[in-house]
Each structure stands twice: as C-alpha cells, then as structure tokens.
C-alpha cells in the first residue's frame, strides 16, 4: 500500500464518521431545528472529507472536487438556514423553549397569507 493509498484511506474514515455522526444526529435528535443542525454540520464535513479522498486518488480532478467542495460549503447552510426558517414560519405548535426569539420579536412568525399590519405614523 502506498502513501497516497494510506492518505485516501484515513481521510475517506474521517468523512465516513462525519457522516455517521450527521446520520445518527438526525435519527436521535428531539426536535426538526436540532436535526437540520446536525444534518448541516456533520454532512458538510463528511461530505467534504470524502470528496477530498477522491481528489487525492484522483489527481486528475483535485481541482474539480476542490470547487465542488467549495460550492456545498457555500450551499448547503444556505439550504438549511431556508428550510429552518420555513419550518419556523409553517410550524402550529411550537413547544419548544427559546430563551431569546430573534424572530418572533422582528414580527416575521406570521404566516406567509396573512397580510401585514399598516404601519402609521411618520416614516424615518
């Protein structure tokens, strides 16, 4: 085995715990805000772990898989901070305890058909 064997090896185990990690995050975690936390996190790093093995066994595409590791690091908080903000907004009963709403005190918990107050007074 080569050092370059060895070297997919080890970081290829690394993306494959992350992932583990995020996969049992996921099934074992209370609430839906904890499992986008986890299923955000965890498979970025498997994920990204593991395309970068590839990279190292690949020679040929290290560049690719570099900006394919680029662009889920920039896309997949994006896609997770959307889904949890939908969730939020949709979701009837909240029974879980905030110590501080960032949300419910900007007044964006309404649902997305009801219309907005009028706001009076002078605008500054």
């Known amino acids: 085995m080569t050092l370059q064997e060895t070297i997919v090896i080890i970081i290829a185990a690394i993306g494959v715990i992350f992932t583990i990690i995020s996969a049992v995050g996921i099934v074992r975690l209370p609430d839906v805000y904890a499992r986008m936390h986890a299923a955000a996190k965890a498979s970025t790093l498997g994920v990204s772990a593991i395309l970068l093995s590839a990279g190292v066994h690949f020679p040929d595409d290290f560049p690719l898989l570099v900006v394919m590791i680029f662009l889920f690091f920039i896309t997949a908080p994006v896609a ?11 979701d009837p009963d909240r029974h ?9 005190t900007m007044g964006r918990n309404k649902p997305h058909n009801q219309p907005r107050r009028r706001q009076t007074g002078k605008r500054r």
Request: cysteine-free; hydrophobic content about 40%.
């Open 80 to 90: 997770t901070t959307t889904m949890a903000r939908a969730t939020y907004r949709t």
């Open 96 to 104: 879980f305890v905030l110590n501080h709403d960032d949300m419910a």
